[in-house]
């Protein structure tokens, strides 16, 4: 069995990973999302991108992000150079989208942090 963090919203739920004879079980997630991420990372093929996007504030000069679902591996650095690009200059909420579709991927980037919106 193989555990892991639902990492796709702020639930975080605890998903428990099984695979029995080719049929994988997944269980401790509330949607559907989880049972998709769990899969796709059991099969290493596709992951969640995390990272951190610059900002023009001081107090808080970079903040953390992720993708809202999982990214093919081959595309995950071409996506953090996107991501290096970004300079924030505005107050923005957790879950709020930076990039829309980056690389025309059905995903988005959003903010993954509560230190922006009360600048
Ligand atoms: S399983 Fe669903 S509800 Fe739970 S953390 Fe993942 S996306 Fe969120």
């Not at 193989?2 to 079980?25: A, W």
């Not at 949607?31 to 769990?38: F, I, N, P, Q, S």
């Not at 690009?85 to 025309?104: A, Y």
Request: hydrophobic fraction near 35%; charged fraction near 30%.
């Amino acid at each position: 069995m193989v555990q892991m963090i639902c990492p796709v919203c702020k639930n975080n739920c605890h998903l428990e990973v099984e695979e029995i004879d080719g049929v994988i079980t997944v269980s401790g997630n509330k949607c559907a999302r989880g049972d998709l991420h769990a899969r796709e990372e059991l099969k290493g093929e596709r992951k969640i991108v995390t990272y951190h996007a610059s900002t023009v504030f001081e107090s808080v000069p970079s903040v953390d992000v992720k993708t809202t679902g999982t990214v093919p591996k081959e595309l995950v650095f071409r996506l953090i150079r996107l991501i290096k690009k970004q300079k924030i200059d505005h107050p923005m909420k957790r879950g709020e989208v930076l990039l829309h579709q980056p690389l025309d991927l059905p995903v988005d980037v959003v903010i993954d942090s509560d230190e922006l919106e009360n600048l």
